[in-house]
């Protein structure tokens, strides 16, 4: 069976990476992607007011129980589409933990503060701030095999630079760099998944 392949997005909360993806289910004709969203995860837990300590237990299984979904979406042959925010480095590790590094097209969604400050006060749906917290932490780890600007280019720009760039996936990938650099925290990570 043929492994789906990952276009993996990741940005600050209103960077773009929604739209982009939302792009690329369109331009994209040469598979099946399906677009998988950490938020859309987060929306099928329970409405029931949780405590801190409860709360920040189930966003943890949560967020590894959706980068468990994509390695297993990918398995069986599907392309997926991934809309993430790395915001603490324990996903990163967990995410190169358990998805095959040469499925992963690893592109950072990039956005100027301004903008990304505008955007999150339209939209009025995520807390004030959200995206000025995550802008110095979710590309910290600084290797890409594309990235993305959404305050120069349109989502739709964005897709097609995604499209056209995807045959062309370098090889070692980005992934399977930084899994090298970060193995010894990989293996210490997996050590405590199962006490999560």
Known sequence: ????????LN????????????ELLDVLDDGVFFHMAVDGFGAMRTG?????????????????GFHRSIAAMAEVGNDVVVDH????HWRLLDCLSVLRAEDVL???????LEELV????????RPSGLAAQQYAVVHRHGD????CDTGTSTPRECAERIREFLPRRPRPTAFSR????????????AGTVGRA
Do not use: N, W
């Open 144 to 147: 890409y095999d594309l990235e």
């Open 106 to 112: 690893f592109v950072g969604v990039h956005c100027p």
């Open 118 to 125: 505008r955007r999150e006060q339209a939209r009025g749906d």
């Open 1 to 8: 069976m043929t492994r789906g392949r990952i276009i993996f």
């Open 11 to 22: 940005g600050t909360s209103s960077s773009g990476k929604s739209s982009i993806a939302r």
């Open 85 to 88: 925010v790395l915001s603490e």
């Open 178 to 189: 930084l899994r090298e650099r970060y193995r010894a925290e990989i293996d210490d990570l």
């Open 48 to 64: 029931r007011p949780l405590g801190a300590e409860e709360l920040g237990l189930a966003l943890r299984r949560t967020r590894m």
